[in-house]
C-alpha cells in the first residue's frame, strides 16, 4: 500500500500548461485504467476532476485533462488561471480492491 | 442535490474509542460503494477503508486493520466508522466519499465528498 509518486510542487504563469505526474506500479496506475485526479483548495474538500485517466466529470473545466502511459498517469492544466492555484492529488484503483493516493502536489499560479 | 454528512469527531485519549457517522442524502445510497478518506494536519489524502453496496466487501488500509471498522445501514442511509485503540497518529480530518460508479464493480472514484469531521487523539 505505497503512496504513488507525485512532484511536491509545480508552479506556471497564468496562460501557461502545466503537467503534474503520478507515477505507481503495475499494480496500480500501470494496471488498470482507474486513475483519478483531485482538487484541494485549502480547508475545503477535495473534488474530482478527472476520472478513468482522461474522463472529466460534468462541470470541470475542458482546460484539465489526463493521460497515462506505463505506470505513469499525467494531468494537464492548459491556460493556467489564478483559481487553479490549490494542491491535487491523484488516485489508483489497486489490485486488492483498495485506493491508493498520490503525496499531493502543490501547484502555485505565478 | 446529494450530501453527505459526517459526525461524531472530537478530541480522544490515545487507546479510546470514537464512531464517526454519515448521512448521506439526495441518491440511492445503497447503490454505491462508500469510502472514508482522512487528511492529517498539512499532509496529503489518506484512504482508510471501504464497503460495498451490500456490505458483503470491505477493506482497510494496512494501519489501521484489527482497529477500524467501516459499516453501513441502507435503510438509514448511512455510514459508518468504528474507531478503537486509537494513536496520535490517526488525528486528522475524516471524510466520507461516495463512488463515482453506480452498481459500481469495484471502487475507483470518490465524486462526492462530505465536510469532514476532525478526530484528535491526545491526552
Known amino acids: 500500500q505505497s503512496a504513488l509518486t507525485q512532484p511536491a510542487s509545480v508552479s506556471g504563469s497564468p496562460g501557461q500548461s502545466i503537467t503534474i505526474s503520478c507515477t505507481g506500479t503495475?499494480?496500480?496506475?500501470?494496471?488498470?485504467?482507474?486513475v483519478s485526479w483531485y482538487q484541494q483548495h485549502p480547508g475545503k474538500a477535495p473534488k474530482l476532476m478527472i476520472y478513468?485517466?482522461?474522463n472529466r466529470p460534468s462541470g470541470v473545466s475542458n482546460r484539465f485533462s489526463g493521460s497515462k502511459s506505463g505506470n505513469t498517469a499525467s494531468l494537464t492544466i492548459s491556460g493556467l488561471q489564478a483559481e487553479d492555484e490549490a494542491d491535487y492529488y491523484c488516485?489508483?484503483?489497486?489490485?486488492?480492491?483498495?485506493?491508493?493516493f498520490g503525496g499531493g502536489t502543490k501547484l502555485t499560479v505565478l | 442535490e446529494v450530501q453527505l454528512v459526517e459526525s461524531g469527531g472530537g478530541l480522544v485519549q490515545p487507546g479510546g474509542s470514537l464512531r464517526l457517522s454519515c448521512a448521506a442524502s439526495?441518491?440511492?445510497?445503497?447503490?454505491?460503494?462508500m469510502s472514508w478518506v482522512r487528511q492529517a494536519p498539512g499532509k496529503g489524502l489518506e484512504w482508510v477503508a471501504n464497503?460495498?453496496?451490500?456490505?458483503?466487501?470491505?477493506y482497510y488500509v494496512d494501519s489501521v486493520k484489527g482497529r477500524f471498522t467501516i459499516s453501513r445501514d441502507n435503510a438509514k442511509n448511512s455510514l459508518y466508522l468504528q474507531m478503537n485503540s486509537l494513536r496520535a497518529e490517526d488525528t486528522a480530518v475524516y471524510y466520507c466519499?461516495?463512488?463515482?460508479?453506480?452498481?459500481?464493480?469495484?471502487?475507483?472514484?470518490?465524486?462526492?465528498w462530505g465536510q469532514g469531521t476532525l478526530v484528535t487523539v491526545s491526552s
Open positions: 466519499a461516495r463512488d463515482l460508479i453506480i452498481f459500481g464493480v469495484v471502487p475507483r472514484s470518490f465524486d462526492y
Open positions: 439526495g441518491f440511492t445510497f445503497s447503490s454505491y460503494w
Open positions: 464497503i460495498k453496496q451490500d456490505g458483503s466487501e470491505k
Open positions: 503495475s499494480s496500480d496506475v500501470g494496471g488498470y485504467n482507474y
Open positions: 478513468d485517466v482522461s
Open positions: 488516485s489508483s484503483y489497486t489490485s486488492s480492491s483498495f485506493v491508493v
